[in-house]
């Protein structure tokens, strides 16, 4: 079964400043996809940035951008220039390409998250 | 917002009580999946449906159950309901059931079990 870890539970930023989530995964799979949600007090979640595990290319979205690292199994998420509503927890998702049983199943799996906190 | 809703928002029962979760999808699409936050367990995978049927199950305890419904809505029955089923519930909606698709949540429903 595959699980994720985010061993962050909390970070702290200074506003404009960057910072750095990390997350690792543990998979047999060749071909899945990552991902990096955003949930802010509304409970909302939002999602940050996708990446598909065939593309070496980092996914980027504006302030947003990973490292993602195949072999090492590692998937961290940058945000540069901090905003205070970037605060938020953050979890780290994972997708199978394929179901358990073949198909496409596509269910996320996710981290405990990492609450950041935005200083002012 | 997604597109997606959720009634009702909060709810507050007492335990050995049973509720009803309603998610309406985003317009088009034939997926859902529901999905439980909680202290303890964090964001785990219950259930999916895609057009009527179901299709995968997580940790789905069998005091719990699921349909989707003809208009694509769907529900989850919470019953026997005890302190720890006390979470926030989420809806996600895609287009098919592959895992290409984008899921979209909607904004939850809090249960509190007192």
């Known amino acids: 079964a595959q699980t994720v870890t985010q061993s962050q539970p909390e970070m702290s930023v200074q506003e404009a400043e960057t910072v750095t989530l990390s997350c690792t995964y543990d998979t047999s799979e060749s071909d899945y996809y990552l991902f990096w949600y955003k949930q802010p007090p509304s409970r909302q979640m939002i999602l940050v940035i996708r990446?598909?595990?065939?593309?070496?290319q980092n996914a980027t979205e504006n302030r947003f951008s990973v490292n993602f690292q195949k072999a090492a199994k590692s998937f961290s998420l940058k945000i540069s220039d901090s905003q205070l509503g970037d605060a938020a927890m953050y979890f780290c998702a994972y997708r199978s390409f394929y179901g358990v049983d073949g198909g496409s199943q596509g269910n996320l799996i996710f981290g405990k998250g990492t609450k950041l906190s935005v200083k002012p | 917002d997604s597109g997606v809703t959720q009634t009702p928002k909060h709810l507050i029962t007492a335990t050995g009580q049973r509720v009803t979760l309603r998610c309406s999808p985003r317009?088009?699409?034939?997926?859902v999946y529901w999905y439980q936050q909680s202290l303890d367990q964090g964001l785990q995978f219950l259930i999916q449906?895609?057009?009527?049927?179901?299709?995968a199950k997580g940790n789905i305890l069998e005091r719990f159950s699921a349909q989707q419904f003809p208009d694509l809505h769907s529900e989850l029955n919470l019953s026997s309901l005890e302190l720890g089923d006390s979470a926030l519930y989420f809806c996600?909606?895609?287009?098919?059931?592959?895992?290409?698709?984008?899921?979209?949540f909607g904004p939850g429903t809090r249960l509190t079990v007192t």
């Open positions: 996600a909606s895609s287009v098919g059931v592959g895992s290409s698709y984008e899921q979209y």
């Open positions: 990446q598909e595990a065939y593309k070496q």
């Open positions: 449906y895609y057009n009527g049927e179901e299709r």
């Open positions: 317009s088009g699409d034939l997926s």
